[in-house]
């Protein structure tokens, strides 16, 4: 299959033309960025919905209750879930975590989780890609479960319409998307399991907690208790959910939504642009040269920093896949 | 003070001017490079040793009774517990939980818990500039005390020259290390709680773990049983330490190792450079253009980081304090 070929196959909503560009872009294959940049162009009226909370909090099963609901009203869905693997080693441990057989057979959700054996920071960036491949092959809802709390947590959020911050009782303390930090990255605030012992009072500390908080952008954040098991909740979920970008398209908020994801994600690959001209010594001969001198102390990090940064610079070619 | 009586007094070891320093550190403080390459320059003979694990391991205790039988040894101590605030919000949620009151009259132990009130990814270089102040003070070992697990870790340790993992029993799951993806990144694994049920097995589990793992260097990671509460192992693990210190000594591996953190540490500072530039589009004009333009779709994230690593590049001015 041609680049060009693959990538009109992905906009005709071919599945095995989208699990194929994902693959390319898990192994950052030769000439994706470029495909990934034709793909961004052509666009896609897309809801991307962030799904985030601490590990034990039941995003799966969540993630999984929300794509069958939205499969209800007739949506077409993409789902992926991130996958951090190890920095140091190749493999992926928690692959197998999701559990979406039901969801299996409909040809209405793409599921996806994604692993990236490259650079540090990699993670983040081919799931930013990822939606854009789903956007471009005419998803109208792209939901994206991240796992733990972190970066790459943020880099998520960055990239999304709608953020979801998932808590639910009985973790020990009580808010944690308050311990976690990510309490005013939330544009919704989902209580799950809430047929549980000390769910009520989960979602009034975090309505408490949203009073205090700073955030003012013309949305009242809300706080929607659901038990994903049971099903329970989760339609007035994807109202709350329907709600929030009929809110962003109203109110002029989503042009300043889509200008901060566009700035984060160039930010986001130039960083990846540098890293991957200091990211091994070994190679370069010069870059060998600058660290040793930092090593023995000849030359500091800042100064060597800056030299480096100018002599990236002039590596670029704007005409050549650079990444 | 002058910002070069400041670089002299925290080299003479003034306990006053280190903390000022690393509040310029924390603040990101005009000048504050020009006085950390100095001090880097200058440099130390310390032991840099990292100390991660997950929530609920009991780091800050181990850290203690760390410094405790360091200090037994008559070794002057610097500690950094690392501190994430809310990428968000200002403020910092878990100031106030490092406890180590027992050390806080000891003028050989300097304890710092820093924050950073900036942009992201800058709580990694700040504590690294923070060891490089404590170094240039002449403090024999520094401990970086972290908190979670994510990509501040990972450059938290690379910024060590021994990486302590820490394990505990009844986390649930029993080797949170490999879990967590930082199996590897160990130089030393501990049993925290050593005096549990299920310590024995942590120990035995991490120690076939180590023999499927692919890291080959010369040094065979040991697994340190310790109850950093009652104080037991606590020696052996000093002992353990000093045996690293002195394997990467002899072995010629320290060498290497600093080549690596002085590259992990370029490639930081690089990409914070970068990240200064793109971070705010509301300040210039030129970048809220690009950045509108990818958000329109007329360009794509891809093409727009290149073109703006070669204008970033070119507004780099090597004599003056670029960040």
């Known amino acids: 299959v041609k680049p060009k070929e693959l990538v009109e196959r992905v906009q005709a909503g071919e599945t095995a033309a989208i699990a194929r560009m994902l693959t390319r872009v898990e192994r950052g294959a030769d000439g994706v960025h470029d495909q990934i940049a034709e793909l961004y162009r052509a666009g896609g009226d897309t809801h991307v919905i962030g799904v985030t909370g601490a590990p034990g909090s039941g995003k799966s099963t969540l993630v999984a209750a929300l794509a069958q609901a939205y499969r209800r009203r ?35 959700v793409f599921v996806r989780s994604m692993a990236t054996r490259g650079a540090l920071g990699g993670l983040a960036r081919a799931t930013v890609d990822a939606v854009t491949v789903l956007a471009a092959a005419g998803k109208d809802v792209v939901l994206i479960e991240t796992v733990g709390v972190g970066q790459d947590e943020v880099e998520i959020a ?95 908020a989503l042009e300043l939504r889509e200008r901060d994801m566009a700035a984060a994600r160039v930010r986001s690959i130039l960083q990846d642009l540098v890293m991957t001209q200091v990211h091994d010594p070994t190679t370069d001969a010069d870059l060998a040269a600058t660290v040793e001198e930092v090593r023995a102390r000849k030359i500091d990090p800042y100064h060597a920093a800056r030299d480096l940064l100018r002599a990236a610079s002039q590596g670029v070619d704007p005409t050549q896949e650079a990444l």
Chains 1, 2 share one sequence.
Do not use: F
Not at 160 to 167: E, F, G, I, R, Y
């Open 158 to 252: 960055q990239a999304s319409h709608s953020t979801l911050v998932v808590s639910v009782p009985g973790l020990g303390d009580e808010i944690q998307a308050l311990k976690a930090g990510v309490l005013e990255i939330a544009d919704v605030h989902v209580v799950n399991k809430s047929d549980r012992p000390g769910a009520d009072k989960v979602v009034a500390e975090l309505r408490d907690a949203l009073r205090l908080s700073r955030r003012q952008t013309g949305w009242r954040v809300p706080v929607q208790a659901v038990s994903a098991e049971r099903g329970t909740g989760v339609d007035d979920l994807v109202d709350v959910l329907d709600r929030h970008r009929g809110w962003l398209v109203e109110s002029g």
């Open 74 to 108: 007739k949506a077409t869905l993409g789902v992926v879930a991130v996958d951090p693997s190890s920095p140091y080693s190749g493999g992926s441990i928690l692959g197998d975590r999701i559990r979406m057989h039901e969801l299996g057979d409909d040809p209405g």
